[in-house]
Structures are given as structure tokens and as C-alpha cells.
């Protein structure tokens, strides 16, 4: 047989093995976005109102999307280990997570984390913001905001103001608040909110920052705490007698805890803007919305350009406070 034509015939033959075994992978390649479950990645412990609600979205997902939504829990340092474990999945849409921003716009300038290169996450939207209160404890006899100021000037440093941890959200709201009012008051960082609430409850300090829910509202309709201000944009339904900071005069405190939807840097744009597009869809469902009300939380929503812009924002203004205040990691 001609040595050039048994060379052809061999040749063709393994391009053509070649094309038998490459034909499924060059199928799935083609196969439209999402082709199986995506993996949601939670950064913080299960039962908490952030994961009911992050439950809550997985579900309202699984329609428009066609595929599960499976929520892992990954919780762990404030929400930084979630957001690392989101950083280093594969950048091929099926892992998104969901936290507050405060990993990417907190943690970064503080200690030293693997995400904190530029593109390391896409912010793809804007869920939810929970307004942080400052109550009252039995421990303060004020009745006000005004009240606060008048006792932190009459006794400096007297005042006990507690927040779930150095370089919380509620820790920045009472250094700016301190800066903005002219006082001092004595920070108390705790690691957490259960045992903060219950210090509180027992009048073990004066002060307390934290998030709205539906247990700490009953605490406060019993008279248990002493709503004095809130961060938000705007009045808080559940306390629509209670003032924002802004409206008491102090606008660089009147700040909130966001959370979004994130996807490891590299994910496609398409992906990214499907995403948003489907999450937008849900959260303009006032069903959804009445969820979110039921358990302290408002909608968010928007582009992913425009949760860009917030996250950049945000952590820019927490590095001129941490800096300014001289805020230093536990």
C-alpha cells in the first residue's frame, strides 16, 4: 500500500477518535448559561436573618434560572471567609455569594485578606440594607439623642456604647457620631450580637448600635430598649417615630448594613447581567419586599455598576474614619 495514502488514512482516523471524544466537551461549552445548579455561598452561620433571606432569594431563583440554587453556608471573621471561599471559586457563573458589603469594605483595612486585589469580586447587586439602631439600655436614663450629648458632655467618657466588634458598621457610626457631636464616649466591642443583646437587656452599659430584626423589635415595644436614632435613608416603618441620624443632624453617621450578590472576578459579563436582571425581577415583587419588611430589611436593587460605585464609595469613606479615629484590629 502507498506509505502516503496508510499515513492519510491513519491520520484521518485519529481526527476523527479526536472529534468522538471532543464533541461532549465542545457541547457543554455550547450549552446556554446556567446548564446545572448554581452553588450560593453564604458568608455567615445558618438561622440568621441574612441567611433567610438569602434562602428566600435561592428559591425565588430557581424558576427564571431553570436550575437549583444551592445555598452553602461558609461563615467565619465578619463574613471575610465567605468572601474568600466566593474570590477563589471558578469564575464560570455556577458560584455566587451573598454577604454584607462590609468584607470588601471594612476587613481590606484592617488585616491582610486574599480577595483584596482589584477584580478579585464582582459586585453583581444590591439585595438589601438592615438599618443599624442605637438604643437605649436600662442602664440610660435619656430618652433622646439630644439626651445622649447632654450626659457624654456633662461626664466624658462615662457613656458605654456597645457595637458587635472593632470596625463594625456600628463601630464607625459611633466614631462619627463622637466626631460630629464634639463628645467622648467609651467604645464596648463584642464579638457578636447574642450576648451584646443580652448584656444590654441586663443594663450592662448605657448604649448599643446593631441591626433591626423581629426579636429586637419586641424587645423594644416592651420597653426593654429605647430606640434613640437610626441609620437609613430613610425613617424605619417599624419606628416611625424614631429619627434618622441625618435627621438629627449627623449625616456622616447615619450609616447601614448593606448586602449583595457577588461572583468570583472572571465571571462573565452576560452571566453577571443575568444575574442582576433575575434578582431585580425579585425584589421588585411586593410579595418579596413584605419578606424583606417582616424581618427589619429594605430592597435594594440597581445595576451592577451602580453596587459598584456603592462598594468603592464605602470603602473609601471607612478608610478616612479608621484612619482618622486611629481604629486598630482586636
Known sequence: MNPFLTSIRRFAGMAAACAALCAPAVAAAAQPWPAQPLRLIVAYPPGGVSDIVARALADELTGPLGVPVIVENRAGAAGSVGMEAVSKAAPDGYT?????????????????????????????????????????TPAFPGK???????????????LRWSTSGVASVGHITLEQFKRGAGVDIT????????QQQNDALAGQFELLTTNLGPALTEHIRAGKLRPLAVGAPKRVDALPDVPTFAEAGYPKANLMS??????????PDDVVQRLNKEINAVL?????????ADSGNSPLGGSPAEFAELVRNESDNNRAIIEQAGIRPE
Open 284 to 292: 421588585a415583587r411586593p410579595d418579596f419586599q413584605k419578606r424583606l
Open 96 to 136: 455566587v455569594g451573598f454577604s454584607a458589603i462590609s468584607p470588601l469594605t471594612l476587613t481590606p483595612h484592617l488585616r491582610q485578606v486574599s480577595y483584596r486585589a482589584p477584580g478579585a469580586i464582582v459586585p453583581v447587586v444590591g439585595v438589601m440594607y438592615s438599618p443599624v439602631a442605637l438604643l437605649g
Open 187 to 194: 467604645h464596648i466591642p463584642y464579638k457578636g450580637g447574642g
Open 258 to 267: 448593606v448586602f449583595g450578590i457577588f461572583a468570583p472576578g472572571g465571571t
Open 144 to 158: 433622646t439623642l439630644a439626651d445622649v450629648i447632654a450626659q457624654a458632655k456633662a461626664q466624658p467618657g462615662a
